[in-house]
């Protein structure tokens, strides 16, 4: 008679003891395929950060985002440095 498993050896109903090993290996002939490489997810702009906000709000929510180095090659950042450095000049700051 065959081996009963010991406490936390238990298989799955109808499969002997150690047939999970058996398993996991591919069949004779069957080619073995790596997994393919997943890209990392690309950085969020500003536009899709702020995206969905009323005007006073996305105006506030990409100004802030500018203000971090990844975000101020961005056109719209560089647009808003624009703005805010007239707006300076103006005012006499």
């Known amino acids: 008679m065959g081996a009963v498993p010991g406490p936390g050896l238990v ?19 069957a080619p073995v395929v790596a997994a393919t490489p997943v890209a990392p997810p690309r950085p ?4 899709e950060i702020c995206a969905g ?7 506030i929510c ?3 985002e500018c203000g ?3 975000h101020s090659g ?3 950042c560089k647009q ?3 703005r805010e450095e ?8």
């Open 11 to 29: 298989e799955p109903a109808g499969r002997p003891a150690g047939s999970r090993s058996r398993d996991a290996r591919p069949a004779d002939g």
């Open 53 to 59: 906000r009323n005007l006073i709000s996305q105006a």
């Open 68 to 70: 971090n180095a990844e």
């Open 44 to 47: 969020r702009t500003v536009k």
């Open 86 to 93: 007239r707006r300076r000049e103006l005012q006499g700051l």
């Open 74 to 76: 961005e056109a719209v």
């Open 80 to 82: 808003i440095s624009g």
């Open 62 to 64: 990409e100004s802030r």
